[in-house]
């Protein structure tokens, strides 16, 4: 598409001045308990929400939004919630991302009195906010987010705490707000390719439908040819070996070892098939296979075998998307339900520094809109991403612990969304999209077409009523040229990042067109200076051997714990999931400090194969002895 013909469409209404604005979708109120003590004292302060200037700089105005109208719950009967710390309960949560409200909530049921403190918007990285793109007759504002949100059915402790989320007459809280994906597509110019997203009857059904059929036997038709057979075999063998390994291997020497060199897709492989690699792995693992290790990599590609096989998946569907905008179906009433919990919710509190005195933290130093005060408290959880912790901790801090020191070495690079707001629901597939062809290896999914059940019609609801459709698109790749433009998007403007990635979007499909464009969002998180780009909210890279600078929840410091999911975590990838489990750890090392007598969070252990569980016994003792895995050559 030229440069003129995006001009004259839609595409760049309200964006020029305002296309990384952002507005939050946050909870207005204080909740009633303050449990902790902040010195001096302040007044009650109406918790911002956050906008952002034409430059993507945020500033504070009142809430607006209103939550969603939950009913009220309580923990399950079975649960032993009566903490027996009465001294030392007073919790100082800071980050109010998916980590730090799992916190909240895991230690709220139990009696804990809890203040969390998020300096932007509730649910981190994982909400939906408000975009500028024009708004009439009353309606909401078109959502938009960092990245759309993907539910793999081998999730456990997310759908945990979303079943304690109540929704409406929700049977199972927010959790029923999820809808089945059914389908997986590759687009390229010969033909995209359908397939099922596991064994169900509607996936399958879904697959075979003659408006994906057709073009999948084309798609086929086109690409197989290029896929050598010999590769192939490699890689299923390849994945064989890592299935068939022991813990002791996976970590000791696979978690060491990156998933490009152990599937062999070096510089030699056959180049279709590193795209196809590269695909699946940034679409559906939002991982970036030549750095991630081969533990990362290997572990979620046995999750999704095992979810295609009926297992492992608790009931739930192999992909599985939000009927309808994240902060409105999930983070809403998430706050809602912490402030039922006499959580104290301190939206616009940004914190500034940890003051270490015996040995502890005795307080944290936190800014908001009124000032700067001192917040005390029995146990402090930082929930805040690794680069912000690694700031965040001085030479005090280190010295107690100097193990923390590392968390600076993680690698964080940028893997971020643009949706794009079209006046048809027409989609390219049914399901989560790969573009084979992009060298900014997009990804993403015609949001609104599972929407339907709580917005049969997004035009009555949102924006000025032209949008019918968002198609939400992650790019992994910032840092190639792209197909028109002959640039890194981390060298264009927002205009021309849009521009780039509708043309590689568009160069692949006859549904959609350049007169099917009303305008895009890109990642608030993203600030353009004119010459390149801030990123407030770049995404953890499990690389090669990372496993032992990542920390654990509990430190050095008996009163200070990690959550966030860059801990050392079952699901091993930074995601919702990770960050979930994260929050759970660093409570339960909480009630552990405590003496507190409640049941713990519930985690569960990654489950494997059982198929391969005699060769995986045998190979522990191979790996103890120092010698290769049999089918290692």
Not at 590 to 609: F, N, P, V
Request: aromatic fraction near 8%; proline fraction near 6%; charge should be neutral.
């Amino acid at each position: 598409m030229a440069d003129s013909e995006v001009n004259r469409r839609k595409v760049l209404k309200g964006a020029a001045a305002g296309s990384l604005a952002v507005a939050a979708a946050a909870a207005a109120g204080v909740a009633q308990a303050q449990p902790t003590t902040t010195t001096p004292p302040s007044g009650t302060t109406t918790p911002p929400t956050e906008t952002t200037t034409p430059s993507g700089t945020t500033s504070a105005k009142p809430a607006t939004t209103t939550p969603a109208k939950p009913t009220t719950s309580a923990p399950s009967a079975a649960m032993n919630t009566t903490a027996t710390a009465p001294g030392a309960k007073r919790v100082a949560v800071l980050g109010g991302g998916v980590a730090g409200m799992t916190a909240a909530h895991e230690l709220a049921e139990r009696g804990f009195q809890v203040s969390i403190f998020e300096p932007r918007a509730w649910g981190g990285k994982a909400r939906s906010m408000d975009t500028p793109l024009p708004v009439t007759n009353g309606r909401k504002p078109l959502p938009g987010e960092h990245g759309f949100r993907f539910f793999p059915g081998y999730y456990r402790v997310v759908f945990d705490t979303m079943e304690r989320i109540p929704f409406g007459s929700n049977k199972n809280g927010v959790k029923d707000n999820l809808v089945a994906v059914p389908t997986a597509a590759g687009e390229q110019r010969g033909g995209n390719i359908t397939i099922p997203f596991g064994f169900w009857t509607g996936d399958i059904g879904t697959a075979l439908d003659a408006n994906w059929l057709i073009d999948t036997l084309l798609g086929g038709m086109y690409w197989l040819p290029k896929l050598p057979y010999g590769d192939l075999v490699t890689f299923v063998r390849r994945l064989l070996v890592y299935f068939a390994s022991s813990d002791e291997r996976r970590v000791g020497q696979w978690e060491k070892t990156s998933f490009k060199d152990f599937a062999h897709l070096g510089e030699g492989s056959n180049e279709t098939m590193r795209v196809l690699v590269s695909t699946l792995a940034r679409t559906f693992v939002a991982a970036k296979e030549d750095i991630a290790s081969t533990k990362t990599m290997c572990n979620q590609a046995e999750n999704f075998l095992l979810n295609f096989l009926g297992r492992n998946n608790n009931g739930m569907h192999s992909d599985n998307a939000l009927g309808g905008p994240t902060t409105e179906t999930w983070i809403d009433p998430w706050a809602a339900q912490l402030k039922k919990l006499n959580v104290d919710m301190q939206l616009g509190s940004s914190v500034q520094a940890l003051t270490v005195k015996d040995g502890k933290i005795a307080s944290a130093t936190i800014k908001d809109a009124s000032g700067t005060k001192e917040v005390e408290a029995d146990w402090f959880v930082v929930a805040l991403p690794p680069d912000k912790v690694s700031a965040l901790f001085n030479q005090d801090i280190l010295k107690l612990d100097p193990s923390l020191g590392r968390i600076k070495e993680l690698f964080c690079d940028w893997m971020t969304g643009i949706q794009f707001y079209l006046n048809t629901d027409v989609v390219e597939s049914p399901g989560h999209i790969g573009w084979l062809e992009s060298p900014w290896r997009m990804s993403g999914i015609h949001q609104t077409a599972h929407w339907k059940k709580l917005h049969p019609d997004i035009a009555k609801e949102y924006g000025d009523g032209s949008v019918k459709g968002i198609l939400s698109v992650d790019i992994s790749d910032w840092h190639t040229p792209g197909v028109q433009n002959k640039k890194a998007a981390d060298q264009l403007s927002p205009e021309d990042v849009a521009k780039e990635a509708w043309y590689q979007i568009t160069k692949t499909t006859d549904k959609i067109h350049a007169n099917n464009l009303v305008g895009w969002f890109l990642d608030p998180g993203l600030v353009w200076n004119g010459s390149g780009y801030t990123n407030d909210d770049p995404l953890l890279i499990n690389t090669a051997g990372s496993w032992d600078i990542r920390p654990e929840s509990p430190t050095k410091i008996p009163n200070m714990f990690l959550a966030g999911d860059y801990n050392k975590t079952e699901i091993d990838l930074a995601t919702m999931e990770g960050a979930n489990e994260g929050g759970r750890m660093a409570a339960n090392a909480i009630l552990d400090a405590s003496g507190s007598t409640s049941d713990k969070a519930k985690l569960w252990k990654r489950t494997t194969i059982k198929e391969f569980d005699g060769i995986r016994k045998q190979d522990a003792g191979l790996y103890k002895q120092g010698k290769p895995h049999i089918w290692d050559h």
